[in-house]
């Protein structure tokens, strides 16, 4: 190959030759390389498409999913999950009561959001403190008049349980959850 003073390669007649072959034989339909670049061309296109329809399945399967422990319920003060599964909030539970002062075991909540309305009118949720809860006993509104936000979505924990976050109904797949199947 000749070089110029600048010790870069220089483009004479056989070398462009050369390239110019190499070329047609990928262009020029039926040679080997044109079948391997044809195999690499749909490659390119297949896998990538495939990934995609794989993805959008598996989120539309994610997307909903019905709420499969119905005794327990994760009340969200604001809408942030993260990756261990804390929340701020609450999870709670309803109990079933007895005249004789004997624990009556837990009962199915059937309203996940008026549940988690209640707790919100008793302010045992509070969106400004770090954890989602007031700061200490005292805190309490038995006269169940503080604001509840509005709106709360019910939204499905990985465990099943019903979770109930302040928020309109993107909110379940914002924070990575599913949003109740009916």
């Not at 034989?25 to 297949?46: H, K, L, M, P």
Request: proline share 8%; hydrophobic share 40%.
């Amino acid at each position: 190959m000749n070089t110029n003073d600048d010790n870069l390669p220089v483009f004479d007649e056989a070398r462009s030759a050369s390239m110019r072959a190499m070329l047609v034989d990928v262009a020029e339909i039926g040679s080997t390389q044109n079948r391997r670049f044809r195999a690499a061309q749909r490659a390119w296109t297949i896998v990538p498409a495939a990934l995609l329809v794989a993805g959008l399945s598996a989120g539309t399967f994610f997307a909903t999913q019905p709420v499969t422990d119905d005794y327990s319920v994760a009340c969200f003060a604001r809408a942030e999950l993260d990756w261990r599964g804390a929340f701020p909030g609450t999870t709670a539970v309803s109990l079933i009561g007895t005249t004789d002062g004997t624990d009556g075991g837990a009962a199915p909540i059937t309203n996940a959001v008026a549940f988690c309305s209640d707790l919100w009118a008793q302010h045992v949720l509070d969106a400004s403190s770090p954890n989602g809860t007031p700061p200490g006993p005292g805190y309490e509104d038995r006269t169940f008049s503080h604001p509840v936000p509005s709106p709360l979505t019910e939204c499905v924990m990985k465990n099943g349980a019903a979770a109930v976050i302040p928020g309109g109904p993107d909110v379940c797949s914002r924070i990575g959850l599913a949003s109740k199947s009916e």
